[in-house]
T-cell receptor, first 112, second 112 residues
Framework: KAGVTQTPRYLIKTRGQQVTLSCSPI?????VSWYQQTPGQGLQFLFE???????NKGNFPGRFSGRQFSNSRSEMNVSTLELGDSALYLC???????????FGEGSRLTVL | QKEVEQDPGPLSVPEGAIVSLNCTYS??????FMWYRQYSRKGPELLMY????GNKEDGRFTAQVDKSSKYISLFIRDSQPSDSATYLC????????????FGQGTTLQVKP
């Protein structure tokens, strides 16, 4: 059974650009959550989607946004990139509105 | 003050040792507790998932939750070099959310 798939795995952007990251959940999973991981702040929750609806949002500026499609795949977008946005962005999925979260390998974003 | 505190280590032990990893938390509403293992440049992998207080054992791993003390532990018996990784505790108040609150992670090195 395939795990959570995130693309791209690595990317480099410059300040002011925007970026879109993609997440394909485990087959049959309908809930997707996004996290940002940095050495200083650790893992921080960005947002959660279930059945194409955002259910919860973390304490991040409006430059961070996401969406979920009818096939449960999700994307997150960061606009007007800042140096501090350099991080590992992790996607996690679960079957329904409850249960354990299973993480993907992450997308490592470097902002120059 | 962070909601979840975890000693970042690093923790270095000889192969075969018993390892004890701990987290304390301040929010008494937390009821679901998890331990994740994260290898370098990989996503977090779920090791243990427990509800409320008590112990849970899975092979060489034992998770303990003491809600009265707001303290959780993960024990690793007969530690192996392959256990060398960062261990993250995580928790949430209900199962109906994808928002986990993580500790900073403890880096463990098991020396052959």
């Amino acid at each position: 059974k395939a795990g959570v798939t995130q693309t791209p795995r690595y990317l480099i952007k410059t300040r002011g650009q925007q970026v879109t990251l993609s997440c394909s959940p485990i087959s049959g999973h309908r809930s997707v959550s996004w996290y940002q991981q940095t050495p200083g702040q650790g893992l921080q929750f960005l947002f959660e989607y279930f059945s194409e609806t955002q259910r919860n949002k973390g304490n991040f500026p409006g430059r961070f946004s996401g969406r979920q499609f009818s096939n449960s795949r999700s994307e997150m977008n960061v606009s007007t990139l800042e140096l501090g946005d350099s991080a590992l962005y992790l996607c996690a999925s679960r079957r329904g509105p409850t249960g354990e979260l299973f993480f993907g390998e992450g997308s490592r974003l470097t902002v120059l | 003050q962070k909601e979840v505190e975890q000693d970042p280590g690093p923790l270095s032990v000889p192969e075969g040792a018993i390892v004890s990893l701990n987290c304390t938390y301040s929010n008494s509403a937390f009821q679901y507790f998890m331990w994740y293992r994260q290898y370098s440049r990989k996503g977090p992998e779920l090791l243990m998932y427990t509800y409320s207080s008590g112990n849970k054992e899975d092979g060489r791993f034992t998770a303990q939750v003491d809600k009265s003390s707001k303290y959780i532990s993960l024990f690793i018996r007969d530690s192996q070099p392959s256990d060398s990784a960062t261990y993250l505790c995580a928790m949430r108040p209900t199962s109906n959310t994808g928002k986990l609150i993580f500790g900073q992670g403890t880096t463990l090195q098991v020396k052959p």
